[in-house]
């Protein structure tokens, strides 16, 4: 089967969708329908193409979703613990692999938010005093003779 290189609403709607629900990235989402990565990307750097306002909303989507994914990552202990069984004795201990994985999969997610969208989930610097914005401070600055 050749892969789809002609752009319809239909085609564009189906990998939005895809990427509005889901963390997979643009590039296995092209492979998963057949349609060349090049292509698309084309569809979406072109300004005037009806691809490029769906695929920022997409990705907008896509970012809310890696937010909500955030939780179910950080809440989800099931697997932290492992058994050991010596001889007779078991206990448990931490599985360290698992956690790790886990806070990777989390702090990957965040950073890819606060690139995406900034202003929403990016770190804030408050520039503010009691919550109002600060006026511009005329500086003078006064030179010693020569020293």
Not at 45 to 54: Q, R
Not at 111 to 130: E, Q, R
């Amino acid at each position: 089967m050749a892969a789809i290189s002609v752009y319809s609403d239909a085609l564009g709607d189906e990998i939005c969708e895809r990427i509005a629900t889901s963390t997979i990235g643009l590039k296995h989402i092209c492979l998963a329908i057949d349609v060349p990565y090049s292509t698309v990307t084309g569809w979406i750097y072109d300004d005037k193409h009806p691809m490029s306002e769906k695929y920022a909303r997409a990705k907008k989507l896509q970012v809310d979703h890696m937010a909500d994914e955030l939780l179910d990552i950080v809440d989800d202990g099931s697997n932290d613990l492992m058994t050991i069984v010596k001889g007779d004795e078991s206990y448990e201990v931490e599985n360290k692999e698992v956690v790790n994985r886990s806070k990777l999969r989390a702090d990957t997610r965040k950073w890819l938010m606060s690139k995406i969208l900034p202003k929403k989930y990016g770190d804030k610097l408050d520039v503010t005093s009691n919550n109002k914005e600060l006026a511009p401070t005329n500086i003078t600055i006064i030179r010693d003779g020569g020293n």
